[in-house]
């Protein structure tokens, strides 16, 4: 499966913005999908993931009640919709797609996107 994110860009504090994630193929549904991030510096962190059937979900601790998660399967896209915006935000964003886990850790995910970048300023 091939992963296009989309979606980044500059938002002011305690602003919105939604990330895109399109993949390729026929079997999407098969595939858990998560979105990760990589402030400069720092290690790549897990942020959200969705099964493959979209039933279940995870998130780390400091996106919870800001983000959410989602996927449309007529268009083959994952979503990353982030609210409330804060600086620590700031990274590049990526989404990586798997069918055979669904987790948080990086090493799992079989396959990546590229990077979006999102850049909240204070």
């Known amino acids: 499966v091939q992963l296009q994110a989309s979606g980044g860009g500059l938002a002011q504090a305690g602003g919105s913005l939604r990330l895109s994630c399109a993949a390729s193929?026929?079997?999407?549904?098969?595939?858990?999908m998560g979105w990760f991030r990589q402030a400069p510096g720092k290690e790549r962190e897990f942020v959200a993931a969705?099964?493959?059937?979209?039933?279940?979900?995870l998130y780390v601790d400091s996106v919870k009640g800001r983000f959410t998660v989602s996927r449309d399967s007529a268009k083959n896209t994952v979503y990353l919709q982030m609210n409330s915006l804060k600086p620590e935000d700031t990274a590049v964003y990526y989404c990586?797609?798997?069918?055979?886990?669904?987790?948080?850790?990086?090493?799992?995910?079989?396959?990546w996107g590229q990077g979006t970048q999102v850049t909240v300023s204070s």
């Open positions: 990586a797609a798997d069918d055979r886990r669904f987790g948080i850790v990086s090493d799992e995910y079989a396959y």
């Open positions: 193929g026929r079997t999407f549904s098969r595939y858990a």
């Open positions: 969705i099964t493959g059937s979209g039933g279940s979900t």
